[in-house]
């Protein structure tokens, strides 16, 4: 039970994160590398505001408001660097061949990754204590399961987030937009739609989405590291391969599942091969069913 | 026009400026304050130059771009005389002249280079010449996937390891010699590769770029917690396995063992290109570009892809596998460190700066990706540590990789073509606009 | 992999070459009635959406035969069928007398079936000689051992393979053309070299999916003299096209399609006049189609 709840919350995390890379690859058609740094610096952007605002007396004056006010700041920077990021590295290239935006993406994930070290240095950087006590010392154990404020916090933001994002989709017109878009850019487009800034949209909602991820991902492990995102990234990506890609729904039942498989793995066979897991489920699935668990039969037109 | 274009450059600049900012531009000092018996350590918000500096290169790159424009244009123009005028012959044996002439001097240069100068100092350069041909083999061997069949390998690092792993075990246990460990390596290496290639090349080209990252993590995580056959993270013991290559005794009376090495990695390099230059002019070959060029037409025209793929992928592991053992066997002693994701991205790096598909261009971007960082491990780590104050011992390894992600970028924006562009992939990438306007 | 007994060497039969050939030819033009292709029943359904229902086609040995109908009618997605990129729903294709239904597309044109495609899918990063060559690629058998020594064997299949495909520009009359990018031809001139491609593979019968498609005049009535020729090299044909000037001048048989079902078949002059055709493309009140 505790090992299914642990992995629930590891996995709505990986549902944060596979949503954008979803979203993303619904519309592009590409796998946005660098959507997993995204996710690490909303974890440092965080930190970073915390110790500013502990540093001009903020702390002081109240916790939670210094939390949110970091997690909407990490919110906002990273959905500039997202919007950035495509700016700069994915839009001159949307005409050319499949394998040259996954490449531009893979050296984008790979400069931030660095960037960021040399910024924030190697060695892994510390969630600022009493900011994180204030969620982790209350717990509860319902049904024998040890759970404590922020796991709470976690499962409880992510369905908050969700339900935003279903509602944006399917209820504005932005929302409508993005799934035009996703069927067929150039129809979009001739339909009125402009797809530049659909496709920033879609950056800047998912960039926003892994930040919190990552902000909560870093209270939960107690510090962050540079080379955080990449892993995680990659997981996430998994869950939304998983789940069936472009499928909103499916990255969320795949980074829960993913979540899950893993917490019983670690249970039930050996912790040293944690990070595995994840991949064996991918590949396993992927020989089963190409299109992934939600994912529907694409007719390869000729 | 120009105004316009200083001020996009200028507002790009300030948006770097805020963007980087809180991570580059807020760093923190911790001291130490001691009152009385207890000390407290104190955090200190610092500025730093960071954000500035990378502004500024922002703006600076906007305004060489408005140099660069009517420059490259002259370039252009300059360039499509030449080729008018060597396409009128006549310019055309001069060309080849002088080509022929680099070609030679180059020849000359790599294999009198062991026996430069002072005893220290060419063992110093033969080093550096035999880690320059490892990764020149690995990129050969990548190019088959990535710049023929058109199949993105991200953990292409795992058929290195492999390579190495299984020499290095079966040395130490069953005392392998190095000639047939040479082969059992790269074909174990390439039994992966197709055990890894059965299941995922039936999938979309990105899904495979995810799988095979996977597998590359997968076989690292393997090599540190099989502890008992790979040493996990303390590495296998080294003394037997290094310098064990066989080779006649004229040859091992003679220059010390680096050079065995250098040579062995030349020679290995050279029938490397011989071979894969007739496969790339014969019927796989082929079959492999129209894969890359268009799978579902490449089908229909008989082509069994997925053979071919797996083809492809077999080969390209075998390359890496046979580089691996030579590692193995050079370097004696290694951790399943060696095997980082970061290895497989600067051997793609290598690839898409030489130019995808291209023999030429992939030597040269394995060799400039290696040389380049090399000749600069002393420069930047000074100029990063005046400029970034945290970064006191800032190594060669570590800057290294931002900016080959800055590189990637950048070619697939700029060349995608890469450096020495191949005949064939040129087209692919999207040179077809500036061929079709002349 | 190759079927070498049925190997037809219209266009190149010298005695030198280094694949085995057939001495007899069987079959010759004026030999009708014999079922090359026959094509019962018929289904491809996505999801919901019937592209094609039960649909019955029997193309003789040697005849052009045409299949038309308005956009959407399915008839790409019956090409598709046949030629294994899709997996029929229902129904049942002989080819020669063999089942060959849900086979993959690379043995497809092994036993004799050659496509070409509506939106032109050549390989645009290969000259125009090599696109031909990979057409060859199922009737060689040289593998990776064979390139990497270059054995006799190999080099001889290779030379071979080189000169046919340069007949085969010759045929289409491309071959000024050999060294250049597929994708900087002239449209027209891509689509030739779509139909060049596809012979290399010496088919038995040659599917053309709109080869009229985007041409002028000119490229039209030549390609119609295309077509003949090939004919005339005893060459099976099916075609979908919407030229009205092609297909009624050259098809011996024509097969209307809307929305997924054949709605006639019969000779140009029957398929004319026939009021559920008219219908189809015209609305009720016109009596034939105007040519």
Redesign the interface.
């Known amino acids: 039970m505790q090992s299914l709840f642990n992995g629930l919350v590891q996995g709505a995390v990986y549902a944060l994160i596979a949503l954008g890379y979803t979203m993303v690859y619904g519309i592009l058609r590409m796998i946005n590398f660098a959507h997993g740094e995204v996710y690490m610096i909303g974890a440092y952007l965080s930190v970073v505001t915390l110790s500013l605002l502990t540093a001009l007396g903020f702390a002081a004056v109240s916790v939670p408001l210094c939390l949110l006010v970091s997690l909407a700041v990490a919110m906002v920077f990273c959905a500039a660097h997202g919007f950035t990021v495509e700016r700069a590295a994915y839009k001159p290239l949307r005409q050319s061949h499949l394998l040259v935006p996954l490449i531009s993406a893979v050296g984008m994930s790979t400069f931030l990754q660095n960037y960021v070290m040399l910024a924030q240095g190697k060695a892994p950087r510390d969630f600022p204590h009493e900011f994180r006590e204030l969620l982790v010392s209350r717990t509860f154990e319902p049904f024998g399961v040890r759970v404590n404020l922020l796991e709470l916090v976690i499962l409880g933001g992510t369905l908050l987030m969700l339900v935003l994002l279903h509602l944006f989709v399917t209820r504005t017109n932005m929302g409508k937009a993005m799934r035009a878009t996703s069927q067929d850019m150039k129809m979009a487009s001739l339909a009125g739609i402009n797809v530049d800034r659909v496709i920033s949209v879609t950056f800047v909602i998912g960039s926003a989405l892994a930040a919190a991820a990552g902000v909560m991902v870093c209270m939960y492990e107690k510090n962050t590291c540079f080379d955080r995102g990449y892993l995680a990234g990659l997981k996430a990506f998994t869950a939304a391969v998983l789940g069936g890609i472009g499928n909103l729904p499916g990255a969320v039942v795949g980074g829960l599942l993913l979540g899950i498989v893993e917490s019983l793995g670690i249970w039930l066979l050996s912790p040293d091969y944690k990070d595995v897991y994840a991949f064996i489920v991918l590949i396993l699935v992927l020989l089963v069913r190409p299109t992934g668990l939600l994912g529907e039969q694409v007719a390869d037109k000729s | 026009m120009y105004l316009s274009r200083l001020k996009t450059s200028f507002l790009a600049a300030v948006?770097?400026l805020?963007?980087?900012f809180?991570?580059?531009g807020?760093g923190?000092r911790e001291t130490k304050v001691v009152t009385g018996e207890e000390s407290t350590i104190k955090?200190?918000?610092v500025l730093r130059s960071?954000p500035f500096l990378l502004a500024g290169v922002v703006f600076a790159c906007g305004l060489l771009w408005l140099g660069v424009k009517p420059l490259g244009r002259v370039i252009h123009a300059v360039s499509r005389r030449a080729r008018n005028l060597s396409a009128r012959g006549g310019f055309m044996i001069w060309k080849r002249v002088v080509l022929a002439g680099l070609m030679l001097a180059v020849i000359v240069a790599v294999l009198s280079m062991p026996f430069w100068g002072s005893e220290r100092a060419m063992r110093k350069y033969v080093d550096l010449g035999v880690e320059v041909w490892l990764y020149v083999l690995l990129a050969l061997g990548l190019n088959i996937t990535?710049g023929w069949t058109?199949l993105?390998v991200?953990g292409y690092v795992a058929f290195f390891c492999i390579g190495a792993y299984v020499y290095a075990i079966l040395s130490i246990q069953c005392g392998l010699p190095f000639w047939p460990g040479l082969l059992v390596g790269g074909l174990s290496a390439s039994i992966a590769g197709i055990l890894l290639g059965i299941?995922?090349l039936?999938?979309r080209?990105?899904?495979l770029?995810?799988?095979t990252?996977?597998?590359g993590?997968?076989i690292r995580?393997?090599m540190?917690?099989l502890k008992s056959v790979t040493g996990g993270m303390q590495g296998l013991p080294n003394q037997d396995i290094s310098g064990t290559i066989a080779v006649p005794a004229w040859i091992s009376d003679g220059p010390p063992r680096s050079v065995h090495y250098y040579f062995l990695t030349l020679t290995l390099v050279v029938i490397v290109v011989l071979?894969l230059r007739?496969?790339n002019?014969?019927?796989?070959?082929?079959?492999w570009?129209?894969i890359?060029?268009?799978e579902?037409?490449?089908?229909?025209?008989?082509?069994?892809?997925f053979k071919l793929k797996v083809?492809a992928f077999a080969?390209s592991a075998f390359v890496a596998g046979m580089a691996g053992v030579v590692f193995a066997a050079r370097i004696g002693y290694f951790t399943p460190d060696a095997f980082k994701?970061?290895t497989s991205?600067l051997v793609?790096?290598m690839v898409?700066l030489g130019g995808m598909g291209s023999i030429p261009g992939v030597i040269a971007g394995a060799a400039l990706l290696w040389l380049i960082p090399w000749a600069l491990r002393d420069p930047i780590p000074r100029f990063?540590s005046t400029h970034?104050p945290?970064?006191e011992n800032?190594g060669i390894e570590?800057?290294q990789?931002?900016i080959?992600?800055?590189?990637?970028?950048l070619?697939?924006?700029f060349r995608?073509q890469g450096l020495i562009p191949s005949r064939?992939?040129?087209?692919?990438?999207?040179l077809?606009e500036e061929?079709?306007s002349r | 992999m190759c079927p070498g007994h049925d190997r037809r060497e219209f266009f190149f039969s010298g005695t030198n070459t280094a694949v085995p050939q057939d001495a007899q030819n069987p079959t010759t033009v004026a030999q009708p009635a014999r079922p090359l292709l026959e094509v019962t029943s018929l289904s491809k359904h996505f999801g919901g959406l019937k592209a094609v229902e039960a649909v019955d086609l029997t193309v003789n040995e040697g005849a052009i035969f045409a299949v038309i109908g308005p956009n959407g009618a399915g008839k790409t997605t019956i090409f598709n069928c046949l030629t294994g990129l899709y997996a029929p729903t229902a129904g049942r294709v002989r080819f020669k007398g063999r089942d060959i239904t849900g086979l993959k597309p690379h043995k497809v044109i092994a036993v004799g079936m050659a496509r070409t495609f509506q939106n032109i899918r050549l390989f645009g990063g290969m000259t125009v000689l090599e696109n031909v060559m990979v057409g060859t690629h199922c009737r060689m058998t040289g593998g990776v051992a064979g390139a990497l020594l270059r054995t006799p064997g190999a080099k001889r299949e290779e030379s071979w393979c080189a000169r046919r495909a340069m007949r085969l520009l010759e045929f289409v009359k491309l071959e000024g053309m050999a060294d250049q990018w597929a994708r900087n031809l002239p449209y027209g001139s891509q689509r030739r070299l779509e139909i060049a491609r596809a012979l290399a593979a010496e088919p038995d019968l040659l599917l053309l999916d709109e080869p009229a498609a985007g041409m002028n005049p000119a490229e039209t009535d030549e390609l119609m003299k295309l077509i003949l020729q090939i004919r005339t090299r005893n060459m099976t044909i099916l075609l979908i096209e919407h030229h009205m000037k092609v297909v009624m001048g050259i098809s011996d048989r024509i097969a209307v399609l809307d929305y997924g079902m054949k709605i006639a078949e019969g000779t140009p002059a029957e398929v004319r006049c026939n009021p559920r055709v008219v219908e189809a493309y015209l609305g009720k009140d016109d009596a034939c189609l105007e040519i």
């Open positions: 948006w770097i805020i963007l980087t809180p991570l580059a807020i923190t955090q200190e918000l960071g990535i058109g993105l991200l299941p995922s039936r999938l080209g990105d899904y770029a995810i799988v990252l996977g597998f993590e997968t995580y393997l540190q917690n071979l007739r496969l002019n014969s019927r796989i070959g082929r079959a570009v129209a890359r060029e268009d579902v037409a490449a089908q229909a025209m008989g082509i069994n892809t083809l080969l994701f970061e991205v793609v790096a898409i990063l970034f945290a970064m800032v570590d800057y990789l931002a080959f992600g800055g590189i990637l970028v070619m697939m924006i995608p064939r992939a040129s087209y692919e990438m999207g077809e061929e079709e």
